[in-house]
């Protein structure tokens, strides 16, 4: 274990113990959901995962320190700091951690801190990836790199559209990352249970993923594997009323001329604006959803 690195004494007992443990990301408190409501949802998330037989884990930088395991008063820190809090990707970590300082991980600095602490299994809502208009502004989200090259199962609810989802699944394949339907052979676009686009394989239990994933492990292949688990039918959105939110918040995020790491920051905000609430109530429940999944894929895996 590197000296940056500090997991949390319940974490680290159900590691040694072989128990089932699921890391969880901390940008979704701080950037990707409003205060209070990210507090609530973070605390409901850890506890949908012990009752799905799993330790939590939430994982952010705290004064320099690679956490894995927050305590509540550490959740209610991150959340009501907000964009407050630096938004940490891989580039980042150095400069966070030598100075001191907060950052709140992303998928990818989760999946790395993860990795440093030997959990193998994470839970978040949606991944980033190629955004729109990618053929000139290069804006490809770091969280594809790292599924490439990190060994960690990620279970998401797919994607948005506020990215390509044609070209995301491109570069996933060129960097050989597996992308798993869950119950589904189509990839599920966060809001929507449908995007029109494919996944290459549909698994269809806990077993299954984790079957999956420990041959891609016992094999020595690099990096991770992207399971998408599609939104809870009753809790899904009108695919128009969603889609119009993100054609106007991605024309706004151009006209403003966001860009770098503000992007998708900026979206999720404009998006939550646009429809009233409605989609963050619908995030709230794929994330418990794919929450309570990731517990029962990390138990089938310690089994
Ligand atoms: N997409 C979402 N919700 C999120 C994010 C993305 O639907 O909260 C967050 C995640 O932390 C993800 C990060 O890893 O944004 C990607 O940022 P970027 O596109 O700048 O790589
Ligand atoms: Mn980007």
Known sequence: MNKYLEVSSEVKAALEAGKPVVALESTIISHGMPYPQNVETALLVERTIRDNGAVPATVAIIGGRL????????????GK???????ASRRDLPVLVAKGMDGATTVTTTMIIAAMAGIRVFAT????????????????????EELAQTPVMV???GAKSILDLGLTLEYLETKGVPVIGYGTEELPAFYTR???????YRLDSPEE??????AKLEMGLRGGMLVTNPIPEEYSMDPEVIGAAIDKAVREAKEQ?????????????RIKDITGGDSLASNIQLVLNNARLAARTAAALSR
């Open 67 to 78: 956490k894995a395991g927050l305590s509540e008063a550490e959740i209610e820190y991150l």
């Open 81 to 87: 700091k907000g964009r407050g809090v630096a938004k």
């Open 125 to 144: 809502g949606g991944i980033g990836g190629v955004h729109r208009g990618a053929e000139t502004t290069m804006d490809i989200s770091a969280d594809l």
């Open 155 to 157: 279970i998401c609810a």
């Open 194 to 200: 449908r995007s029109g686009f494919k996944v290459d």
């Open 209 to 214: 993923l984790a079957a999956a994933f420990r």
């Open 257 to 269: 001329g966001i860009h770098g790491k503000e992007t998708t920051p900026f979206l999720l905000a």
